[in-house]
């Protein structure tokens, strides 16, 4: 079974940083690719960045330069290091599985003043 479990989300001042983080529930985790999206109220999920299993990343253009998404084979887990952030990063962030569909429950990250 597939389970992603999101954590460290929260508030923070513009300008700051912060890292998420994403449980992947089992060993298959190693051979998938990995990709963090995002939300805002009454708009669709949106790509923000991409790891293949290899590691090789793929970023959004508003993020490029600010974000950096990286991974953990032998703990399993997804990281997304959030630095320079802006009011237009806030949102509810979604670590999710490209193969199969699987998403996680989401974080919120506000960033705010």
């Known amino acids: 079974q597939v389970q992603l479990v999101e954590s460290g989300g929260g508030l923070v001042q513009p300008g700051g940083s912060l890292t998420l983080s994403c449980a992947a529930s089992?060993?298959?985790?190693?051979?998938?690719?990995m990709a963090w999206f995002r939300q805002t109220p009454g708009q669709r999920r949106k790509f923000v960045a991409h790891?293949?299993?290899?590691?090789?990343?793929e970023y959004v253009d508003s993020v490029k330069g600010r974000f950096i998404i990286s991974r953990d084979n032998a703990q399993n887990m997804l990281f997304l290091q959030m630095n320079s952030l802006k009011s237009d990063d806030t949102a509810v962030y979604y670590c999710?599985?490209?193969?199969?569909?699987?998403w996680g429950q989401g974080t919120q990250v506000t960033v705010s003043s």
């Open positions: 790891i293949t299993s290899g590691g090789i990343t």
């Open positions: 089992g060993t298959w985790f190693r051979d998938y690719a």
């Open positions: 999710h599985r490209v193969i199969g569909d699987y």
